[in-house]
């Protein structure tokens, strides 16, 4: 079922050399060899000028226009002729950012000492996250959050967790082990893809709440099919029957203008390396500051719990520093473009994509189409069209990769995230249409 590829229009004007930032690079690393590099301080100053030019070069001076998006994609080190729309595993990284994580590396090899503290990182964090930093603790993963605050809840045989049916194993698999040796009882609801309304899927969630229900544990967004579960009613729902709401939001951080004070949850966990751009092994947990003393951390401190805060989570020995700080660059990157600006740019294609999808026969959405449920994230399905023919279709004929969804055997997700096209969306569209009108030639498994 090999189909041959077409040529598609302006791409190179959006693409990004690879040859021509691994010489800048080369020059890059060339330069620092000539450096005294025994003094790390030396290796931060020089790069002020630098840095400075990145942020004028993706500082809004007008409209927010393609010109001005494709200025922002060029700060990226994308691979010729792909299409990448699977941020939702992994993103790439922002040029600035892998050469800040460069230099923290070679600082550290230049000189043990130069590690320099953390908290600088999670100030700035928490603040990107509407959050104070005795809230914030900085984790590996998602996963890493989750587990935290599973481990660390008292809980007694018969106390319930009530979760979504579409949760990540990172984010219900901790529970699951806790089910098997302290004898608590996890439920899951059934949550329609999509729902009708975020009062639909707060009531059905709050029908499902028992006597014995302790924590509630959703996705923001879901990572099946998008959903942004109304974390902040749920919020209101969940404490008015004295139930702690736990929030795994691997995809909100970078995707999102958080504001986790003002959503009311008690805990929310999240990733570095996806719509953040920072990189593998990062993330951030917040831990509510009134439910602390309700969770236990795995390492007996000497110092006052109180005082410490959210940081009696992070003790685990040694982790990437590089990495670690390298959020912060991430961070900054996205301040420079502005974070609501990202999100309107996010929903945008996601619109584009989920509007244009509706009206193509036979195609099936998972995706609310709602701005209030919906962010980056669009699951869709062809009727009866394994989702690998549909994703070897996108890759043969456009260099379009997607990954499949966990939803059913045809649905396939697809990120849009700002450094994407509506090029990108529209070839996407492309390849769905030629499969809805070419069915039979597809719908056998390959």
Request: charged letters at 25%.
């Amino acid at each position: 079922m090999k189909m041959p590829r077409k040529n598609s229009k302006n791409r190179s004007s959006v693409n990004v050399s690879r040859r021509g930032f691994l010489q800048g690079s080369m020059a890059a690393v060339v330069g620092g060899l000539t450096t005294n590099v025994s003094s790390p301080t030396v290796l931060h100053g020089a790069t002020k000028s630098s840095n400075q030019l990145w942020r004028e070069r993706i500082r809004p001076t007008g409209p927010l226009d393609e010109m001005y998006w494709a200025r922002v994609r060029k700060e990226f080190n994308i691979v010729d002729d792909i299409s990448y729309m699977n941020n939702g595993t992994m993103g790439p990284i922002p040029n600035p950012v892998v050469e800040a994580q460069t230099r923290y590396l070679r600082d550290l090899a230049a000189d043990p000492r130069a590690g320099g503290s953390l908290e600088p990182v999670r100030e700035k964090l928490a603040s990107f996250v509407g959050a104070d930093p005795d809230e914030i603790v900085l984790t590996r993963s998602t996963t890493e959050g989750m587990k935290i605050f599973c481990r660390g809840l008292d809980l007694q045989p018969g106390d319930e967790i009530l979760m979504s049916s579409h949760e990540h194993p990172g984010g219900y698999g901790s529970w699951r082990a806790r089910e098997d040796r302290d004898g608590i009882v996890v439920r899951t609801v059934d949550i329609p893809a999509p729902p009708e309304s975020a009062d639909q899927v707060i009531d059905i969630c709050e029908a499902a709440i028992t006597t014995k229900t302790r924590v509630l544990v959703v996705s923001y967004p879901i990572f099946v099919t998008g959903l942004l579960m109304p974390i902040k009613g749920l919020a209101e729902m969940a404490h008015r029957h004295g139930v702690l709401l736990s929030v795994d939001g691997a995809h909100a951080l970078g995707m999102l203008d958080l504001q986790l004070h003002d959503s009311g949850v008690d805990h929310f966990s999240t990733a570095g390396q996806k719509w953040l751009l920072a990189g593998s092994g990062t993330g951030l947990a917040y831990f509510k500051r009134d439910v602390q003393e309700q969770v236990w951390g795995d390492m007996w401190r000497r110092t006052d719990r109180n005082e410490e805060g959210a940081r009696k989570y992070e003790v685990s020995g040694q982790r990437h520093i590089p990495s670690a700080r390298g959020m912060g660059d991430a961070v900054d990157f996205q301040l420079a473009i502005g974070k609501q600006n990202i999100q309107a740019r996010v929903r945008t294609l996601a619109n584009q994509l989920k509007t244009c999808l509706h009206e193509i026969p036979g195609v099936g959405i998972g995706t609310s189409g709602s701005a209030e449920m919906s962010g980056g994230l669009t699951t869709f399905f062809i009727d009866g069209i394994p989702k690998a023919n549909t994703q070897k279709a996108l890759m043969d004929r456009e260099h379009i990769y997607i990954p499949g969804s966990s939803l059913n055997d045809f649905a396939c997700r697809v990120s849009t995230h700002f450094y994407n096209t509506p090029d990108e969306v529209e070839r996407v569209l492309s390849v769905v249409r030629h499969i809805a009108e070419n069915r039979s030639a597809y719908s056998t498994a390959v």
